[in-house]
């Protein structure tokens, strides 16, 4: 049974978040430069994880995305989600449609969008969207909460947004290499 014994709150177990101080499992994103791809996995530590999983990388990986509020059941979810996208294990490839998914699962959990990676210009406007609904309805499939106000915007419109702060992110670093 693990972690769903303990006391849980907050949408329940399946989230991965407990109010006990024992570490729990949250779900990460790490990014592959090369084969361009990403892990989806779970980890009480997700830094001791990055070290691990680069000692054998011949490619410089990166920690983009850590959180307690999803655990096992989400990183299931997310596996069988993405399956046609699978590289292989918990490996996915790196696409515009994984890339706009992510980045909306990621818009959800935090209420921020993450416009600083150099890749993100590229993200499938539709998946961006079904990335923050997926998360609404996993983490309140009965839409008891009305999870929404916690983005303060709808996916259609935090992706416009999102498309206008990478366009700045993206001018700086030109500027910066001139």
């Not at 049974?1 to 978040?17: R, S, V």
């Not at 830094?47 to 983009?64: M, Y």
């Not at 307690?68 to 294990?89: I, P, T």
């Not at 210009?121 to 009965?142: A, C, N, Q």
Request: aromatic share 12%.
């Amino acid at each position: 049974m693990g972690n769903f014994d303990k006391e849980w709150i907050l949408f329940g177990p399946q989230t991965g978040y407990s109010v006990i101080e024992e570490p729990v499992e949250g779900l990460y994103l790490i990014y592959c430069e090369e084969p361009k791809s990403i892990k989806i996995g779970i980890s009480t530590n997700p830094l001791s994880r990055l070290s691990n999983l680069n000692t054998g990388s011949p490619s410089q990986l990166h920690l983009v995305f850590y959180s307690k509020l999803l655990g096992k059941v989400a990183e299931e979810n997310l596996h069988q989600k993405l399956d046609c996208h699978r590289r292989s294990g918990e490996w996915f490839n790196w696409n515009s449609e994984v890339q706009g998914f992510l980045q909306g699962v990621m818009f959800a959990v935090s209420g921020t969008i993450q416009v600083s990676w150099p890749f993100s210009g590229s993200s499938e406007h539709s998946m961006f969207i079904d990335g923050v609904d997926w998360t609404h309805r996993f983490l309140d499939p009965d839409n008891r909460w009305t999870l929404e106000p916690i983005t303060g915007m709808s996916g259609n419109d935090a992706f416009k947004l999102f498309q206008s702060w990478s366009k700045v992110a993206l001018a700086r670093l030109k500027e910066k290499k001139n």
